[in-house]
């Protein structure tokens, strides 16, 4: 009884590993689909340079978005199947989430929110000013000065109270 548990459980498992063979010898085969677009680093500035790596791209191919010009990618020697490309964002880029669209072997594959454009900071005087302090500006330090004043009037009349009656 226990050999037949046994030879059963070896069948199954042979017979698993059978069907399951001809379905990898397909995967590997010429009918590669780009997959897993990866963009590095996932937020950038206008102006910077992003990094778009594609697993299933062993011939190369190309990059689009809106926030970049097409771009080439190259296979990595050495790497299974991976390509690769450097593109610089416009710096008219809009601020937010981009695409990027990825054309392999004459297949397409689509990353809707791939990386994000940040927007830069809007120079200029902000809140300070260069001729000096404002009316508003000595007010309030007048009012504090006064309550300095006050305040130091009031513990030294104390103190001296205290030392007379003692």
Same mark, same amino acid.
């Given at each position: 009884?226990?050999?037949?548990? /046994?030879?059963?459980?070896?069948?199954? &498992?042979?017979?698993?590993?059978?069907?399951?063979?001809?379905?990898?010898?397909?995967?590997?085969?010429?009918?590669?689909? *780009?997959?897993?677009?990866? +963009? $590095?680093?996932?937020?950038?500035?206008?102006?910077?340079?992003?990094?778009?790596?594609?697993?299933?791209?062993? +011939?190369?191919? !190309?990059?689009?978005?809106?926030?970049? *010009?097409? =771009?080439? $990618?190259?296979?990595?020697?050495?790497?299974?199947?991976?390509?690769?490309?450097?593109? !610089?964002? #416009?710096?008219?880029?809009?601020?937010?989430?981009?695409?990027? =669209?990825?054309?392999?072997?004459?297949?397409?594959?689509?990353?809707?929110?791939?990386?994000?454009?940040?927007?830069?900071?809007? %120079?200029?005087?902000? %809140? #300070?000013? #260069? #001729? /000096? &302090?404002?009316?508003?500006?000595?007010?309030?330090?007048?009012? $504090?000065?006064?309550?300095?004043?006050?305040? /130091? %009037?009031?513990?030294?009349?104390?103190?001296?109270?205290?030392?007379?009656?003692?």
């Amino acid at each position: 009884m226990r050999n037949s548990r /046994g030879l059963a459980v070896t069948a199954a &498992a042979v017979a698993a590993l059978g069907l399951a063979a001809p379905a990898a010898v397909a995967r590997d085969g010429m009918g590669v689909n *780009p997959s897993n677009i990866v +963009a $590095l680093p996932s937020v950038i500035a206008r102006g910077g340079q992003l990094t778009i790596t594609v697993d299933g791209c062993p +011939a190369g191919g !190309t990059a689009s978005s809106d926030a970049f *010009p097409s =771009t080439t $990618l190259t296979p990595i020697n050495g790497a299974n199947r991976t390509a690769k490309g450097t593109a !610089t964002v #416009s710096q008219n880029a809009r601020p937010g989430s981009h695409s990027i =669209t990825v054309n392999c072997n004459g297949r397409t594959l689509t990353n809707p929110t791939a990386f994000t454009v940040i927007g830069g900071v809007r %120079g200029g005087l902000g %809140g #300070s000013s #260069s #001729s /000096g &302090a404002t009316p508003t500006d000595m007010a309030i330090g007048g009012g $504090l000065v006064a309550a300095a004043l006050l305040g /130091g %009037g009031v513990f030294w009349m104390r103190r001296r109270s205290e030392r007379q009656a003692a």
